[in-house]
């Protein structure tokens, strides 16, 4: 069975740095094709993909926020990280990370998701 | 950025209905579209992926259409537990981009 869950402050200052950690089970990202991407939802609103990590280590990253992003992977720990520097309240909302086939081409299995709230 | 247009945002449909909730993409994608039912306070799930195919475990009366820049999600005779908001995503390229979303109630 595949569960991913997410985990990480639920509140962090402006201009702070946000990092957050997908431990996921039943798959392993050093399996070809697999990839793990990190998708988030301020309130009432939609979807937004952030960040995509791929088995070999080749990354993504949604160019409006390229510039604060980080996404790395400890595939001995099962786990994907995501850095977000200098946060803002635009960034308050509920992080997801989800499980992705390249063959495939969609999001199978997501986690719960996490909210994060920025505010002083 | 490939922009996805959902249509329309919000739909009021009794149980029993058929429905239909359309996208479009801003530039052609293929078949390289998915659908997503959100719950309130839940995790996405799949239920079309490829335009057309129903993931496994999704009802039948769920059925996907199009291809290119035109797509269509339809749910014949609703259910009560259809009721949620409905997301497209392409993943044609990077970022995979989402539809604003289309809020089915009753």
């Not at chain 2, 239920?47 to 259409?65: D, H, M, N, T, W």
Request: positive net charge; glycine residues 8%; charged residues 15%.
């Amino acid at each position: 069975q595949v569960t991913l869950k997410e985990s990480g402050p639920t509140q962090v200052k402006p201009t702070q740095t946000l990092t957050l950690t997908c431990t996921f089970s039943g798959f392993s990202l050093r399996t070809g094709g697999m990839t793990v991407g990190w998708i988030r939802q301020p309130p009432g609103r939609a979807l937004e993909s952030l960040a995509v990590i791929y088995w070999n280590d080749d990354k993504l990253y949604n160019p409006s926020l390229r510039s604060r992003l980080t996404i790395t992977k400890d595939t001995s720990q099962n786990q994907v990280v995501l850095t977000l520097t200098s946060v803002d309240p635009e960034d308050t909302g509920t992080y997801y990370c989800a499980r992705r086939n390249i063959l495939a081409g969609h999001y199978a299995t997501w986690g719960q998701g996490t909210l994060v709230t920025v505010s002083s | 950025d490939i922009q996805m247009t959902q249509s329309p945002t919000a739909l009021s449909a009794s149980v029993g209905d058929r429905i239909t909730v359309t996208c479009r993409a801003s530039q052609r994608i293929s078949n390289l579209l998915a659908w997503y039912q959100q719950r309130p306070g839940e995790a996405p799930n799949v239920v079309i992926y490829e335009a057309s195919k129903l993931q496994s475990g999704v009802s039948s009366r769920f059925s996907g259409s199009g291809s290119g820049t035109e797509f269509a999600l339809t749910i014949s005779s609703l259910q009560p537990d259809d009721y949620a908001t409905y997301y497209c995503q392409q993943y044609k390229s990077y970022p995979h981009t989402f539809g604003q979303g289309t809020k089915l109630e009753i």
